[in-house]
Each structure stands twice: as C-alpha cells, then as structure tokens.
C-alpha cells in the first residue's frame, strides 16, 4: 500500500511543482501590474525554493519526476538570473580583458546612497568620479568641504529634496520636484558634453512573504502603479535629439531590476548600465548581504556603459553603483 503512495505522491509532488514553475514564469513574461506580489521576487529566489522542494520530494518518494523539474528549476534560475550573468560576464573579461577607452571620453558615473553620512561620500570621492547622485544626502556644507579638491573649481554641487548632484563642469539649469523624490540638472562636462542628470528616490516596493494575504497583493499592486507614474512625471517629455547630449537617470528605485516599473525608462530609449555591462554580484541591498538590485543607473544610448560594479558602503543600507561610460566623439 505504502508503495502505491509512494508511486503515487513521486508523480504528483513534481506535477505541482512544474504547475507552479508555469504560472510563474507566465506572471514573468507578462509582468501583469495584479502579478506583482510574485514578480518582485526574483527568479533565482523562485527557483531556489522549486529545488528546495525537489530534492525534499526526491528524498522522501525518489523517482525522476523531481529530478528533471529540478533540472528545469536549476536552468531558469541560472539563464534568467541577472546575478549569473554579472558573474559570468566576469569571468569572461577576466579571460578576455578589452582595452579601455581614450581617457578624454571616459567618463565615470557614481550612485550612492549616503545614509546621511558625511563618511560615505569621502569613500566614494576616493574612486574618481565625473558625476555623482546621492539619495540620503548630508548637509550642502558638508559636502561642499570635501568636494573641493575633487572637482576643483569646477564643481558642481546641486542639493534638494534629501539629494544631491555633484559633477565637474557647468551648472546649466536645474530643478528640485515638489513631491520630493527627484532633483534634475543640466551640466556641460570639461570636454563640452551636455548631460541632463536626474536622481530618484522612489517609495519603497520590496518582495513580500505574505503572499497568501490579500491586503498584501492589492498594497503591492498600488506602489508599482504609483511608482511607474512617478518615474514617467520625473522623466517628463525631454528627448534625446543632438549626439552633443546625453541623459542619466540614477537612483534609489527601491524596487528589485526588470519589473514592470521601469518601462518608461526604456520607452524613453534609455538602458541599464549593469544589465549592459555589469561584472560581479549587482545587487546593492541590503549592503553586507546583497539580494536586490535597487540601485541602479540608466543612461541614453550615445553614452556606451563599458563596465559597471558594485562597492560595499558600510555606512549605509545600500551597496554603491560605479558605471564607467564612453562618451561621443563630438563634432568639431
């Protein structure tokens, strides 16, 4: 009888689990805004919890039902899993190093988030930066003192709303929204670049393991679409026309990569640095145990994300982002 069971549940337990693997995957695909209390959890961790339960269901009934779902598991979680990529991509440069570009068209992006640490910035002016956003800003003053002699005469530095901007070059024209959660500028680099910058800090949108409340599904629903309308007033009707410009958009989006929230960013014809060109663990929260990518920077299409990372901030929440782009060559 035990033996029937057995056959049985061998069958079963792995149908269920496949049936699970399906919904999933079509919630992936269509990112459907009613879907998002199970599409903000990332793919690996999806998968890790299909294995999990796989090799449960092996020990207990054996069988290769378990083995070929946790086969399927074990691919979609390598082949869709933005951490695997950054550390194959690794890998392959270290194999295959490319030659970095002329040092008049590099230019050197920074995104942190502060925590309001004076600290944190001195950190990340030690790593050279062109241009910086920072979320959880310190005081002007504080900044200023230190941004002196890594800018030099001309800096710029541009604080609102809890962030701030600090580049070198020439402050053309800047603003500071009433709802508190972007600053934008527009700066002209040393080599005569013109680059408008904006810096999020969005309402938090974070994966949750209530799923089986629906208080939870309709709360999460409501911030995506509350978040994406945000972003899409932030990016506003500018669009990218002359090679001589450019435009970033950083941040705290405090929402895990490749959700449906940052579609007008890619309706707006700008990428991810890191999913173009990042190297190693991307993920930036919770710093000393990094699983989701919250911290991110998208740049328009003249400007060639070469490499990005992430470093640890020990004084704050959030890991910092470093993307190093090639600038245009601009006409005489």
């Known amino acids: 009888m035990w033996r029937k069971i057995q056959k049985t549940l061998a069958t079963v337990i792995p149908a269920l689990l496949m049936v699970v693997f399906l919904i999933v995957m079509v919630c992936y695909l269509n990112r459907w805004d009613s879907m998002t209390a199970i599409t903000l959890i990332p793919v690996w961790a999806w998968a890790a919890v299909g294995m999990l339960s796989c090799i449960l269901s092996w020990l207990a009934f054996r069988g290769m039902p378990a083995v070929i779902v946790f086969c399927t598991w074990l691919i979609v979680g390598i082949a869709f899993s933005e951490e695997s990529h950054g550390i194959f991509r690794e890998l392959v440069q270290a194999i295959n190093r490319r030659s970095p570009p002329e ?171 890191f999913k173009s060109s990042g190297t190693g663990w991307g993920n930036t929260y919770p710093a000393n145990c990094a699983a989701l990518r919250f911290d991110q920077i998208w740049a328009s299409q003249n400007l060639e994300p070469y490499q990005t990372f992430t470093r640890l901030n020990s004084v704050s929440k959030h890991r910092i982002v470093v993307s190093d782009f090639i600038l245009p060559e601009i006409a005489e």
């Open 103 to 273: 040092e008049e068209r590099q230019l050197r992006v920074i995104n942190l988030n502060a925590g309001r640490n004076p600290e944190a910035v001195k950190r990340v002016l030690d790593l050279e930066p062109d241009i910086v956003f920072i979320q959880d800003s310190p005081e002007e003053k504080l900044i200023t003192e230190m941004t002196n002699e890594a800018f030099g005469v001309e800096r710029i530095i541009f604080v609102g709303s809890n962030q701030a901007i600090l580049a070198s070059g020439e402050l053309l024209n800047s603003l500071s929204e009433s709802n508190g959660t972007a600053i934008h500028a527009r700066i002209r680099i040393p080599s005569g670049f013109i680059v408008d910058l904006t810096s999020l800090d969005l309402p938090p949108c974070f994966p949750s393991p209530y799923l089986w409340r629906p208080e939870t599904w309709k709360d999460l629903t409501q911030r995506r679409i509350q978040n994406r309308r945000l972003l899409r007033n932030n990016l506003g009707e500018n669009q990218i026309t002359r090679a001589s410009t450019g435009r970033i958009v950083s941040g705290g989006f405090n929402t895990p990569a490749g959700d449906d929230v940052f579609r007008p960013l890619e309706s707006n014809g700008l990428s991810d640095a």
